[in-house]
């Protein structure tokens, strides 16, 4: 494969790849608490990048994730909760894997758990699930730390707060929930982040914003094409004449 096909196909795979993680991020702009993916790319050359006039590709360096605060809306909800700061909330999900995210859309089961409204159970600041007694139902106020009573005063329990030390192990499951890859350190309770009763936390991705990006990505995947066909085209030729003369 030639220099041109070589250059333009490691470009071309970057841009299908940066495709799916925008039309990842598309979808779940509507999801309480998720954070934009990014791709990482870097351009090598066969001679480390010594030779500015070197041939360079597309090399695939993984993803990291957009930690910046989406939006606070106000709901009214008293089961609406949203983080201010770089906290999380913990989950078990429903396989029993312990997650983290920061989806605060919360609701009460039928075992008196609360749970995301997908049915993952947030956890408290030691790690359990938090049942509320029956006569409470969702009639609860949060304070900014997390701790839960009722109209009366009395403790309910505390919504654990948690500082992931790199938010960038994070894998997503869906529903704005991440888990930590086994070995890589757990997250830690931490009182640097507040809660705000009767708000969500939006999606901090920008739909315009994404929309131009996908319309971007689509450009230069064309483009990409575009070079390997007429390079492709230009062998064909040059083939043809050969067998011409011979």
Do not use: C, H
């Not at 590709?57 to 990291?64: E, Q, V």
């Not at 906290?87 to 989806?103: C, H, I, K, L």
């Not at 689509?218 to 390079?231: G, P």
Request: proline share 4%; no cysteine.
């Amino acid at each position: 494969m030639g220099s041109a096909n070589s250059v333009s196909l490691s470009l071309a795979t970057a841009m299908q790849r940066s495709l799916d993680v925008a039309a990842n991020n598309m979808s779940n702009a509507s999801t309480a608490g998720y954070k934009a993916v990014r791709p990482l790319f870097e351009s090598v050359s066969q001679n480390g990048n010594k030779n500015p006039e070197a041939t360079s590709y597309m090399r695939d360096k993984g993803n990291y994730m957009d930690t910046t605060q989406g939006a606070l809306t106000p709901t009214g909800n008293q089961l609406d909760l949203a983080i201010t700061g770089t906290g999380w909330f913990s989950y078990e999900t429903r396989d029993g894997q312990v997650a983290y995210g920061r989806n605060g859309r919360l609701a009460v089961n039928a075992n008196g758990q609360l749970t995301t409204l997908t049915g993952a159970s947030i956890l408290d600041d030691g790690g359990s699930p938090i049942t509320l007694p029956e006569e409470v139902g969702q009639d609860v106020t949060v304070a900014r730390d997390g701790t839960m009573t009722d109209n009366e005063g009395t403790l309910l329990g505390q919504i654990g707060l948690f500082r992931v030390l790199d938010p960038n192990q994070l894998n997503p499951i869906g529903n704005g929930l991440y888990l930590l890859p086994a070995g890589s350190p757990a997250a830690e309770p931490t009182s640097r982040s507040k809660i705000m009763q009767g708000y969500s936390e939006r999606s901090n991705v920008e739909p315009a914003m994404e929309i131009i990006r996908l319309m971007e990505i689509q450009r230069t995947y064309e483009r990409a094409v575009q070079v390997m066909n007429d390079a492709n085209e230009l062998t064909k030729q040059a083939i043809q004449r050969i067998a011409r003369t011979v």
